[in-house]
Structure formats: structure tokens, C-alpha cells
């Protein structure tokens, strides 16, 4: 394949052609993105992957891929056990505003895990509020950063986009992820650019694959076994071992744990101390703020630790895991959030369309006049609920219909 024809097909030249060494990883294959990369580590037998344990796919497969050593892109176990059996175990208030969280604990080079799904139930709130602290505001750096997450889309992608309006503010450094994209109306602009680009390294996963990574980090063990993964691409490119079953003597797919350095999440009610229900879909948000060593939570409701003893069953995040609550009305939208409001999909082509130009033309005027609106001429996420206006917030409300959740 020639890769500069295919670049120019689907890249951008933002005043240069990207470096082919420095590009994610590159497929062979006629027709598909360009990528290259160098993830999975080969079994401890052996540093060469031909010689290691390995299902046929490396008979077929026509991606190219080069070793590294395996890298914890976050607290290794070790590290996260030690951090988290010295916290505070005791119940205490954990109240403060976005604001009060997000500086004190996001800061260069962490691992920052996102908990929700694509468009359902994320953190909008709380990564507006990094990128308007980190770019506007500049009383924090949140450059270098890992992602780690399942599937997500806007809040990956104002992140991306805060990268490519100042690096020195918001950066992105790498991604191990399963999904990034919009659903219905498309892919997501920013992460296409990046990752074609070579501007961010990219670990690829299945969802169930994110899921249990996170799963492995919540229960304490350094990897976890699977039966998805291997016989595909995903066993020549992303970091995952295949190693022998020593009880039934056959080959098993293992993946490593993963933990967030700090890990954010949009609940549906939550106490003082951090006591979590989640209504609707509960997606990894469990997993996620379990394997994190620090989380942060927003919430429709703040409750009672009354209400939350009333139904201790319905407790799906425990005050263990969470070190930050601010409640926070509409704090998942433009997503949807079950009980409250559905998705707002004007707004999230907003986004496409203003990320598409930025694509398609290298033109940041487009984004400059985005982030302006509201992030720069925003004080608070309040007032990005002002500029949507009542007339949109309410449509989305009565979309949901009113689903049920409990929370006396």
C-alpha cells in the first residue's frame, strides 16, 4: 500500500506530513487507516512474539508491529494496593466544588480513567471544568496525560481539542481504550486527527476487554484472563499475553490490570462521604473508580447517609473509592442520563461539525470560536447550561420520560 496516498486520503497536513515512525501503528492491509505501532510484549519464555505463545493469527495477520518492554501506563498493583491501604477508612465529608477537585487532584502525567459510555451517563461536567481550569483559567497543568476508559466520545474529544489549541495547557500522550466515536452521527474529529497524526499512542482493546482491565484492578490482581482477543489483530497489537491455562493446559488471552492515577464519574445520587446508587445502565463506573487510587464523582442528587442505609443494597460505588462529590444538576449532559434527560444530538454534531472543519480544511478558527463560547466566555457549568438554554434542556428531560430512581 502506498501509505503517502492513503495518508493524504484520510490525514490532514497541519503545515507538515506526520512522521510514518511516529504513527500509532500502520496496517498493511489495502484500504485501512495507517497505523504502526510496537504494544504487546511477547511471554516472559521468550523477547521474540514468533517464538512466543501465540493462537495462528500471526500466520495470517499482515499488521506489522515492532517489542517494547511492558510499561504500566498508570500504578502498577503494587503501587495502587500500597496507595490505597493507607487512606483514610473512616467516614468524613468529601463536599467541594469541581473546581476545589479538579486542583487538587489533576495534574501532569497522571493516568485519568472516564468512567460512562460513549453518550450515556460521563463526566462532561467535570472535564469541562479541567479543560476550563487547565486552558482558561491555567491553574493547573493536565498535559502528558494517559486515557483510559471503555468507550467515550465528547469528553475525549474536548480534551483533544483543548491539546490543539495549547499543548502546553491540556495534552494527551496515550490511550488505552476499547471505543471512540459519537454512535449515530459519526467518529469523533479530534481523535481521528490525533491518532492519524501520530499525536497520541493508542492501546486497543474490546469493550469487554477495557472492562475487565478495570475489573482486575478493582480486585487487586495484576492481569486477568479472557477468551476474547486472541486469534485477532488485537493479539499482535495491544498488550496482552497469551499464556498456558496450568489447569486445562490450553492457551488463554491474558490482559493487564488497569489503574487510573484518578478516576471521574457522573452518578445518579450520592451522600456526603461518597455512597454511590447508579440508575439505568451501570456501565464500568464500579470497575473504574474501583481500580482508580483517586475518584471523583458529580451527582444529580446529594442525599442522605440515612437514604443510602435505607437500601445498602443499591450502593454500587462505596465511600472507599471516592475521595470528591459535587452535586451537580445536568452534570452528563449533553448525554443522557437515566431518570433525568436524553441525549442532546444538536449539540453533539456542534461538535462534529466543528471538528470536521478543523479536519478536513486545517483551519483552528472553527475551534478557537468553539472553545470561546463555552469555555472561555463560561465561569461556570452553569452558565454552559445558560447558553443550551431552558427551551433544549427541557426537551431533553421530557424525552426521558421520567425512568425511575430511588433515593429515599
Not at 125 to 149: G, H, M, P, R, Y
Amino acid at each position: 500500500m502506498d501509505i503517502d496516498k492513503r495518508f493524504k486520503e484520510v490525514g490532514i497536513d497541519m503545515g507538515q506530513k506526520a512522521d510514518e515512525d511516529k504513527l500509532p501503528y500502520v496496517h498493511i492491509v489495502e484500504g485501512q487507516v495507517p497505523y504502526k505501532s510496537k504494544h504487546r510484549i511477547a511471554g516472559s519464555e521468550t523477547t521474540d512474539p514468533l517464538k512466543a505463545l501465540h493462537s495462528d493469527i500471526y500466520k495470517i495477520s499482515e499488521v506489522k508491529c515492532k517489542e517494547r518492554p511492558y510499561t504500566w501506563w498508570g500504578p502498577n498493583p503494587d503501587e495502587a494496593r500500597a496507595i490505597k491501604s493507607k487512606e483514610n477508612k473512616f467516614l468524613y465529608d468529601k463536599r467541594m466544588t469541581q473546581s476545589q477537585a479538579v486542583k487538587k487532584f489533576i495534574r501532569p502525567g497522571i493516568n485519568l480513567g472516564v468512567a460512562g459510555f460513549v453518550n450515556t451517563r460521563c463526566p462532561f461536567s467535570i472535564v469541562w471544568t479541567i479543560v476550563k481550569e487547565a486552558l482558561c483559567n491555567k491553574t493547573i497543568q493536565a498535559t502528558d496525560l494517559t486515557l483510559s476508559f471503555q468507550s467515550q466520545s465528547l469528553c475525549v474529544e474536548w480534551l483533544l481539542g483543548a491539546m490543539m489549541l495549547d499543548d502546553s495547557r491540556v495534552s494527551v500522550k496515550r490511550v488505552e481504550l476499547a471505543w471512540q466515536a459519537f454512535e449515530v452521527i459519526g467518529s469523533g474529529p479530534m481523535w481521528t486527527h490525533c491518532v492519524q497524526s501520530g499525536m497520541i499512542e493508542v492501546d486497543d482493546y474490546t469493550n469487554y476487554g477495557m472492562s475487565v482491565r478495570f475489573k482486575a484492578g478493582y480486585m487487586g490482581i495484576p492481569y486477568i484472563p479472557t477468551r476474547d482477543h486472541g486469534g485477532a489483530d488485537f493479539e499482535v497489537t495491544n498488550r496482552g499475553v497469551m499464556l498456558k491455562c496450568p489447569f486445562t493446559g490450553r492457551m488463554v488471552y491474558n490482559l493487564p490490570a488497569c489503574h487510573p492515577d484518578v478516576a471521574i464519574a457522573h452518578v445518579t445520587a450520592a451522600d456526603m462521604y461518597g455512597n454511590s446508587r447508579i440508575f439505568g445502565q451501570t456501565l464500568t463506573c464500579e470497575e473504574i473508580l474501583g481500580a482508580a487510587t483517586t475518584g471523583i464523582i458529580t451527582c444529580e442528587e446529594l442525599i442522605s447517609n440515612d437514604a443510602i442505609r435505607n437500601y445498602p443494597n443499591l450502593t454500587l460505588i462505596p465511600f472507599l473509592h471516592v475521595h470528591a462529590v459535587t452535586p451537580q444538576k445536568y452534570g452528563g449532559y449533553p448525554g443522557a442520563v437515566w431518570g433525568y434527560h436524553w441525549f442532546d444530538m444538536d449539540f453533539l454534531r456542534e461538535w462534529r461539525a466543528t471538528g470536521l472543519k478543523l479536519r478536513k480544511e486545517g483551519n483552528k478558527d472553527a475551534l478557537k470560536a468553539y472553545y470561546d463560547k463555552y469555555f472561555y466566555e463560561c465561569d461556570t457549568w452553569e452558565d454552559v447550561l445558560n447558553v443550551i438554554g431552558y427551551k433544549r434542556l427541557a426537551q431533553a428531560r421530557d424525552l426521558d420520560r421520567g425512568q425511575r430512581v430511588i433515593l429515599d
